[in-house]
């Protein structure tokens, strides 16, 4: 029987850079964009020939890609792919004998991994221009499903542009989670079918555990987790793991037995922290493409690493002022959850005339006191996003990377300038990504027009606060409908 899981894609509204390092927080919205792994069996039987071998064949394809390798991964000394090699492990170390010898079975059989990617991922600019259509999202909408994905053109060593051009939003991260969730559902590890029930949230640790643990060796560094964390659990306010939690990981390069190293990992003590968060009601993500190939996001981060150890009073002046303005951001949105809870009426009719009006018009439509107060929230929020911006935009000058390049900050403050638009900023560490804007009531149409005009693609994402999930079927054959629920913190 084949197994598919889901993962979503992130975009990390507050934390960027920061989030590398504990206590600093980030609030990180899961959307609907998703990951899928299908895992099935290789072969239909155990071959005659395969005995007591521990040796197994594992193909990998990615048909978006047009790519197919075939490895033999032998479960006692493997070298493929981080997320089989320690979604194995982990069925070694938490399986009794009888589990065992039916784990050698499943493996005998092989491994048929697919993995595709909602076109949110990828950029496919240039094939919507090179069909003469408009930059719309309807355009995007009219692409097949997991379309082949295009290649940037040339190199470009400023703007660090990767391989395939992609949009920001943590392809790796998504693509790795569903591979281990999908695996260790297929082994027997965990039972993703759970997830409504009391024991879900346990199977989903062990998922976060494996994928966090994959992600960071495959990557060669121990990064703060975000991308997995949302990943798994959805949309969050998150505070990363201390590294060395991970150290024996990175030990395993240097041949200490992959189960040992597993095993150690399980019982580590995992000190992040994750607290529920939601945009407030009535409020949209949106996420514009301008069409510039995106931006290698470990390059960056080692350019702000290198100017925080040359000029460490400066770097953290910025860094106190930044995390500030991050808290401050946050609890203007929470306060305004807060007063749509409690006077819905006079949330709601602020959110549309909102909605209709340029922001520097907002203030003057305030006609009773209950309203005003949710005027006032709206405006704090947008004045500590300008300065959230400014912090950001000055660490990148310091540090000598495009953290809000010219050319976004142009893009960004004619979008915070727009009818109905609370935020607009460039996600995570920065650089020529995706910009997202969140948007009030139905002003989101008008948005997007307007970046259409200003050569800007607004993707089909949205926010979508869900996370690991155990899927039906092949996406690329039936409308994806989730088995059970997926993970959604409470």
Same mark, same amino acid.
């Given at each position: ?18 989030? =590398? ?5 980030? $609030? ?7 990951? +899928? ?55 070694? *170390? ?8 039916? =784990? ?10 697919? *993995? =595709?990617?909602?076109?949110?991922? +990828? ?62 559902? +297929? ?213 000598? $990377? ?23 900023? $460039? ?7 995706? $910009? ?55």
């Amino acid at each position: 029987m084949a197994v598919v899981a889901s993962a979503p894609g992130k975009v990390l509204m507050t934390g960027g850079y920061l989030i =590398l390092e504990r206590p600093n927080a980030g $609030v990180v919205l899961s959307t609907n964009a998703r990951f +899928y792994a299908i895992v099935k069996p290789l072969y239909d039987e155990i071959k005659p020939d395969s005995g007591a071998s521990a040796w197994t064949d594992v193909k990998l394809t990615s048909p978006q890609l047009s790519r197919e390798s075939i490895y033999k991964f032998d479960s006692r000394n493997p070298f493929v792919e981080q997320a089989v090699q320690y979604a194995v492990a982990a069925a070694h *170390v938490t399986f009794d004998k009888d589990k065992k010898d039916a =784990l050698n079975k499943i493996l005998l059989q092989g491994l048929h991994i697919m *993995v =595709l990617g909602c076109n949110d991922f +990828y950029s496919y600019r240039n094939q919507i221009e090179a069909r003469g259509l408009p930059l719309t999202p309807e355009a995007l909408a009219a692409l097949p499903p997991f379309t082949s994905i295009s290649f940037n053109a040339e190199e470009n060593g400023q703007n660090c542009k990767p391989e395939v051009a992609k949009t920001g939003l943590g392809s790796s991260a998504a693509m790795t989670t569903a591979v281990v969730a999908a695996l260790l559902h +297929y082994l027997g590890v965990v039972d993703l079918s759970s997830l409504s029930k009391d024991e879900g949230p346990v199977d989903v640790d062990m998922v976060h555990i494996i994928a966090q643990t994959a992600h960071c060796i495959a990557q060669g560094k121990v990064g703060s987790g975000f991308d997995v964390s949302s990943a798994v659990y959805g949309s969050h306010r998150y505070v990363r793991f201390s590294p060395d939690i991970l150290s024996s990981a990175q030990d395993a390069v240097k041949e200490i037995p992959l189960q040992e190293v597993m095993a150690s990992i399980l019982k580590g003590k995992w000190d992040h922290e994750r607290t529920k968060f939601s945009l407030p009601p009535l409020m949209n993500l949106l996420l514009g493409e301008p069409g510039t190939g995106g931006s290698s996001t470990p390059s960056m981060v080692g350019a702000v690493k290198r100017w925080q150890k040359s000029d460490p009073t400066k770097a953290g002046e910025t860094w106190r002022k930044l995390s500030e303005a991050n808290s401050a951001l946050e609890i203007q949105l929470n306060i305004l959850s807060k007063l749509a809870e409690e006077n819905w009426n006079a949330y709601k009719c602020v959110i549309d005339i909102c909605s209709k009006q340029r922001p520097e018009k907002w203030i003057e439509q305030a006609t009773e006191p209950g309203q005003e107060v949710v005027f006032k929230a709206l405006l704090g929020a947008r004045s500590t996003m300008f300065e959230i911006r400014n912090h950001m935009r000055q660490m990148g000058e310091a540090a000598g $990377v495009p953290i809000e390049p010219e050319s976004q900050t142009q893009l960004l403050d004619a979008t915070m300038g727009m009818e109905g638009v609370l935020l607009a900023g $460039v996600p995570g560490a920065g650089g020529f990504d995706a $910009v997202f804007a969140i948007t009030l009531g139905d002003s989101g149409s008008d948005v997007t027009k307007a970046w259409s005009s200003l050569n800007v693609l607004a993707l089909l994402v949205r926010e979508d606060p869900h996370g690991v999930s155990l899927e039906t079927g092949d996406p690329r054959t039936k409308e994806i409908t989730s088995a059970v629920s997926a993970v959604q913190i409470e």
